[in-house]
C-alpha cells in the first residue's frame, strides 16, 4: 500500500514538474538573449552584403521574437475584422518588413557588439537589458522583453533607445493601413513591397 501511494505521489509530481522545472526565469531568459545577440553579432561581422545579412536577420527575428504576437498587435483592433487567411498572409508580410527594417538598424553595429547587462523580473515576463557598442558613438541601451506565454521563451518587444517597437510598429501599421483606406490587402502587398 505504501509503495503504491508512493507510485502515485509520483506521477502527481512528475504530472505538474515540467511547468516548474520549465518556467520561464531569469537565467533562461538572459540565455535567449544573449544566443540572440551572439547571432545577431556574427552576422554584423560576417562580411555579407545586405540582402544576405537580411536574410540572415529575418531568420534570427523568426527564432527568437513572438513573431504572431507583435504581428497581431502591430495590426491591433484591425485584425478583428481580417480573415484568418488575411492575418496569416499578414504576419508572413510583416516578418519580412521588420527584419528589414531593424535589420538596417542592426547593421550600423558594423564593427561594434551588443553586450548583455542585465535582466529582471517585470510582471509575467522578463526585461533584458542590452549595451549596444557602435563606433564613433555613446553605448546606448537595447532592451528585449522576454515571455514564454507561446510556449516557447521569445521575446516580443524590443526598446532600442527608449523607442517601443511595438508601439511604433501600431502606429506605423496604422499609417499605411489608414493610406490604403483601410484595406488589409493592400497593406500586406504594401508590406511586401517594404520588404
Partial sequence: MDR?????????VLATAPQALWA??????????N????????????????????RDFERI???YS???????????????????????????????YISRKYGKRFREFIGGKLEVTGVKKVKKWYEVSTIAYLKGQSPFEVTFLVSDRSGRD??????IEGVNLLL?????IGSILDSKRGDIDALIAEL???S
Fill in 4 to 12: 503504491r501511494k508512493f507510485v502515485i505521489g509520483a506521477g502527481a
Fill in 24 to 33: 520561464l526565469n531569469e537565467s533562461r531568459a538572459s540565455s535567449l538573449i
Fill in 35 to 54: 544566443s540572440l545577440v551572439t547571432d545577431i553579432n556574427r552576422v554584423i561581422a560576417s562580411g555579407k552584403g545586405e540582402s544576405a545579412m537580411y
Fill in 61 to 63: 527575428f523568426q527564432r
Fill in 66 to 96: 513572438d513573431t504572431s504576437y507583435i504581428a497581431a498587435y502591430a495590426l491591433g483592433a484591425d485584425g478583428r475584422r481580417a480573415s484568418s487567411a488575411q492575418k496569416r498572409a499578414f504576419s508572413q508580410a510583416f516578418q519580412g
Fill in 154 to 159: 521569445l521575446f516580443f518587444n524590443m526598446f
Fill in 168 to 172: 511604433t510598429e501600431r502606429t506605423e
Fill in 192 to 194: 511586401h513591397r517594404l
